[in-house]
T-cell receptor, first 113, second 114 residues
Framework: ETGVTQTPRHLVMGMTNKKSLKCEQH?????MYWYKQSAKKPLELMFV?????RVENNSVPSRFSPECPNSSHLFLHLHTLQPEDSALYLC?????WGSGELFFGEGSRLTVL | GESVGLHLPTLSVQEGDNSIINCAYS??????FIWYKQESGKGPQFIID?????DKRQGQRVTVLLNKTVKHLSLQIAATQPGDSAVYFC?????????????FGKGTLLTVNP
């Protein structure tokens, strides 16, 4: 148990669907992150929120839309995805933006048909 | 572009042996390095970190060595156990003096044989 919970753990969606991934951290951290993990590729940083403000958007397509309503919750809204977006989406938190020690959730495995 | 990479994609060891996982980096400006472990079906887990002003750092059964001359990082695991079987990632902070934006390597799969 890392203190970072992601739901759903598995998601299958069509290219025209709209779905959301949810992340909740119980660690009192100030920064939250979305990472994408694809087969045979390094972890890719997508978004960073620090104190509920987006501080990093790593050239992610607009079909991915993050939302951070408070410091404990982070969402990733998905719309009109492509099959190549199928991957494991990992949420992480850290004490502050700039702390190298990230605490990851177990990920949401997304399959786009 | 500059990136973090790994010498070997897989490593197989016998239980009880020591394991050494290697990582090469190309950005001489990187000043902070981290090792993460990812077990099957789980997210990455922090193992140990090291700053560029150090050559060696020890944790519980793990040691990280940093050789800045050849831009090489290694993770040593003593008395490897079956529970150590996982993918190990090195990560670097490539931007000195700014907020951390970690760059991850592709990972090395460690398999521990009983």
């Amino acid at each position: 148990e890392t203190g970072v919970t992601q739901t759903p753990r598995h998601l299958v969606m069509g290219m025209t669907n709209k779905k959301s991934l949810k992340c909740e951290q119980h660690l009192g951290h100030n920064a939250m992150y979305w990472y994408k993990q694809s087969a045979k590729k390094p972890l890719e940083l997508m978004f960073v929120y620090s104190l509920e403000e987006r501080v990093e958007n790593n050239s992610v397509p607009s079909r991915f839309s993050p939302e951070c309503p408070n410091s404990s919750h982070l969402f990733l809204h998905l719309h009109t995805l492509q099959p190549e977006d199928s991957a494991l989406y990992l949420c992480a938190s850290s004490q502050d933006w700039g702390s190298g020690e990230l605490f990851f959730g177990e990920g949401s495995r997304l399959t786009v048909l | 572009g500059e990136s973090v990479g790994l010498h070997l994609p897989t490593l197989s060891v016998q239980e009880g042996d020591n394991s050494i996982i290697n990582c090469a980096y190309s950005n001489s400006a990187s000043d902070y390095f981290i090792w993460y472990k990812q077990e099957s079906g789980k997210g990455p887990q922090f193992i140990i970190d090291i700053r560029s002003n150090m050559d060696k750092r020890q944790g519980q059964r793990v040691t990280v060595l940093l050789n800045k001359t050849v831009k090489h990082l290694s993770l040593q695991i003593a008395a490897t156990q079956p529970g150590d079987s996982a993918v190990y990632f090195c990560a670097e902070n490539p931007t000195r003096g700014s907020n951390y934006k970690l760059t991850f390597g592709k990972g090395t799969l460690l398999t521990v044989n009983p």
